[in-house]
């Protein structure tokens, strides 16, 4: 798993939105900060129809993920976890994500219904990794294995590795109600790109002018969310069609967009010098 893509913690401030290279738009969008009580850190990564928002927080004694719904935040811990990540909420409330087991090497994904826990572990994988879960119980995330990292697609109990044909490796990371998936893909020297699947095809998505790509959510209009790097930083960005909007906050070297909803609600986290927060664009 490659950590500096696929786990950020990050800041706020006022959101704003700059005109970037060809085929980029400006719009205007309304920005609410999301901060766990008492954390030093904040991300929002998830968002549902109703409104509801999953994320992580640091508080200095851990890392654990949340639940926010309305002005309420619920702790989410996998039991005998010491860090627990939660990445995936659909419109029936159930989440994904994945956890560090005290005294294991791994990491281990999970669903939470309600109350329960159920993990999930991709066979012979070393590390699993939930990230996305549409209206129909079907996730998405990645695994690593012998010969790397690897997408998947969970329906039922059965498995389904995603590739990209001719990448090193892939990672899934959100799923529609039509079973659409994006994610982002490793091609050697020519850094990383993300794409969209739709049945068996594969159709790249590149920000015009960035160097690197990572997709990170879609909704059940075909809107997709992510980050790019062009040389200034990291930016987020929303495609609409073949329309990129960047996000950024001013003056933030990193902004992100993890999450979208059908309502076009996007959450997501950013940095700056003076730490991180947890952003919802209503």
């Known amino acids: 798993m490659n950590t500096a893509l696929t786990r950020v913690v990050v800041v706020a401030g006022v959101l704003g939105l700059v005109l970037g290279a060809a085929g980029l738009a400006k719009v205007g969008f309304g920005l609410s900060p999301i901060d766990v009580p008492g954390a030093t850190?904040?991300?929002?990564?998830?968002?549902?129809?109703?409104?509801?928002?999953?994320?992580?927080?640091?508080?200095?004694?851990?890392?654990?993920?949340?639940?926010?719904?309305?002005?309420?935040?619920?702790?989410?811990?996998?039991?005998?976890?010491?860090?627990?990540?939660?990445?995936?909420?659909?419109?029936?409330?159930?989440?994904?994500?994945?956890?560090?087991?005290?005294?294991?090497?791994?990491?281990?994904?999970?669903?939470?219904?309600?109350?329960?826990?159920?993990?999930?572990?991709?066979?012979?994988?070393?590390?699993?990794?939930?990230?996305?879960?549409?209206?129909?119980?079907?996730?998405?995330?990645?695994?690593?294995?012998?010969?790397?990292?690897?997408?998947f697609l969970k329906e039922g109990t059965t498995f389904t590795p995603i590739d990209v044909p001719g990448a090193s490796d892939t990672y899934a990371r959100g799923i529609n109600g039509s079973g659409q998936i994006v994610g982002f893909y490793h091609m050697g020297s020519n850094g990383y790109h993300s794409f969209l699947k739709e049945g068996t095809n594969f159709t790249p998505i590149d920000v015009p002018s960035a160097d690197m790509t990572i997709a990170q959510g879609i909704n059940d209009l075909g809107q997709i969310v992510g980050f790019y790097s062009d040389g200034t930083g990291y930016h987020g960005f929303v495609k609409d069609g073949t329309i990129f909007t960047p996000l950024d906050m001013p003056g933030a070297p990193y902004t992100c967009a993890y999450g979208i909803n059908s309502n076009g609600q996007i959450v997501g986290p950013y940095i700056s010098s003076t730490g991180s927060r947890g952003f919802v664009v209503r």
Do not use: M
């Open 41 to 151: 850190h904040t991300s929002a990564n998830g968002i549902n129809t109703g409104g509801q928002i999953v994320g992580t927080y640091s508080d200095g004694s851990g890392i654990r993920g949340f639940l926010n719904d309305g002005t309420i935040f619920t702790p989410i811990e996998f039991p005998g976890a010491g860090e627990t990540y939660a990445y995936g909420i659909n419109d029936n409330g159930q989440i994904v994500g994945f956890c560090h087991l005290v005294g294991s090497t791994g990491w281990l994904s999970f669903l939470k219904s309600g109350t329960t826990f159920t993990p999930i572990q991709v066979p012979g994988a070393s590390d699993t990794s939930a990230y996305g879960i549409n209206t129909d119980g079907q996730i998405v995330g990645s695994y690593s294995g012998k010969t790397g990292d690897h997408g």
